[in-house]
Each structure stands twice: as structure tokens, then as C-alpha cells.
């Protein structure tokens, strides 16, 4: 069965356009990293009691979301999380550093992946224009790299916030607390999972179109 390099590149288009768009999504929203608090509040000292709670107002809930730069809390405001590439003037313990450390590589590398997106997509448009076998290999390449580099991030925010998890159970040292907070990741990471998956599939577009037009190119030749 011939393959067209006008279906692959259609695809290419199509899957690195997602790619993108999910991507960006998923590096400007904040649900990555949620944490319920409900069943805890619903549980805690004066929540069995309706009297007390109806004569008095209602606490601030302590649920809140994450994402790459800030956390927020359901009723209040978002604020930013400490800068990664500031540390010299702040006292903090090792394993804050550590944690400040890996902040700091996927905050790079996953806008560092919708860089080389942008320059693939450069690439891949002038690679099919052209009909390229050196633009198409290149551009393949750098998707591919691309979607190494956006797995990198999100398997180290995945390790970031384990950490920190372990970070605060030291630090609350009481287990059967947080065993009533429902902490999960939302979909902003499942955006980027998504992402590095279309991204994946670009890059192979791009190497199959590559090697079509190289079969081509030899079948031309020899006829």
C-alpha cells in the first residue's frame, strides 16, 4: 500500500497542532496537582455540631489546585510559588533545595518542548513545500526530541510532587490527617500527557514521510 505524503503531512499538521494547543493549556492552567480537603472539614471538631456551626461563619476551606507557577485556593486568590532560580539570599533545608531544583527543570523543559514545537513547525512546513528528505529528517527529529524533552517534565513534576508530599507528611508528622485529604492530579496534566503522545506521533509522521520520498526519490532514479 503507497503512502501519500499528502495524508502524512495532513496528519503531521493535525497531531502537531494538538500538540501544541495542549501543551499551552496545560503549562497555563492550574490543575495540575489538586488537594480535597472536604472530608477532612466535614469530619473535623464543631462539623457534627449544626448549632455551632450555623452561629458562626463559615471557615475558609483549605482545598486548593497547583499548577506550574502558583497554587490556589478555592475562595481566595492565587499565589505564586517560590522562584526556583533564586536561592541564594533564602535559608531552606536540603531537601527544599532538592525540591526547588526540580521546580526549576520542568518549569524549563516543558516551555523549552513548545519551543522546539514552533521550530518543527517551521520546518515541517517548509520540508513538505519543498519535498525536502534533510528538512523532513530534521523536522522529524526535533518532534521526536520535542516529546522526549515534554516526558522529561512531566516525569519530573510526577517525582516533584511525590516529594513534596513526603516534605509535608514529615513536616504535619501525623499520617491519619492527610489519609482524610483527597490529593490527585487534575487535567491539566493529563493535557500534557495527551500532548507528548501527539507529539510523538508528528515526530513519526515526519520520519515516515522522510523515508517515502527517500523510496520515491530511489524508484525515479531507476526507472
Not at 502524512?8 to 497555563?28: Q, R
Request: proline content about 3%; some cysteine.
Amino acid at each position: 500500500m503507497r503512502v501519500r505524503l499528502g495524508a502524512l503531512a495532513g496528519s503531521a499538521a493535525l497531531t502537531g497542532a494538538l500538540s501544541f494547543v495542549l501543551l499551552a493549556a496545560a503549562i497555563g492552567t492550574d490543575f495540575w496537582y489538586i488537594i480535597d480537603t472536604e472530608r477532612l472539614e466535614r469530619s473535623g471538631p464543631g462539623a457534627q455540631d449544626p448549632l455551632r456551626t450555623a452561629n458562626r461563619s463559615q471557615p475558609e476551606s483549605l482545598s486548593s489546585h497547583s499548577g506550574l507557577w502558583r497554587t490556589c485556593r478555592v475562595q481566595s486568590s492565587c499565589t505564586p510559588l517560590m522562584n526556583p532560580f533564586w536561592q541564594e539570599n533564602v535559608t531552606v533545608s536540603d531537601s527544599s533545595k532538592q525540591l526547588l531544583t526540580m521546580h526549576g527543570t520542568f518549569v524549563i523543559l516543558l516551555p523549552l518542548s513548545l519551543i522546539l514545537m514552533v521550530f518543527g513547525g517551521m520546518t515541517g512546513f517548509l520540508s513538505f513545500l519543498l519535498q525536502a528528505y534533510l528538512l523532513l529528517l530534521l523536522t522529524g527529529t526535533l518532534f521526536l526530541f520535542g516529546a522526549l524533552v515534554t516526558l522529561t517534565g512531566i516525569s519530573v513534576y510526577i517525582a516533584y510532587s511525590a516529594a513534596a508530599f513526603r516534605e509535608a507528611l514529615c513536616l504535619l508528622g501525623e499520617r491519619a490527617l492527610l489519609d482524610q485529604v483527597d490529593i490527585r492530579f487534575g487535567w491539566s496534566l493529563a493535557l500534557g500527557c495527551i500532548s507528548f503522545i501527539s507529539e510523538l506521533f508528528t515526530g513519526v509522521a515526519f520520519m515516515v514521510a522522510a523515508r517515502v520520498l527517500s523510496l520515491r526519490r530511489r524508484q525515479d532514479q531507476a526507472i
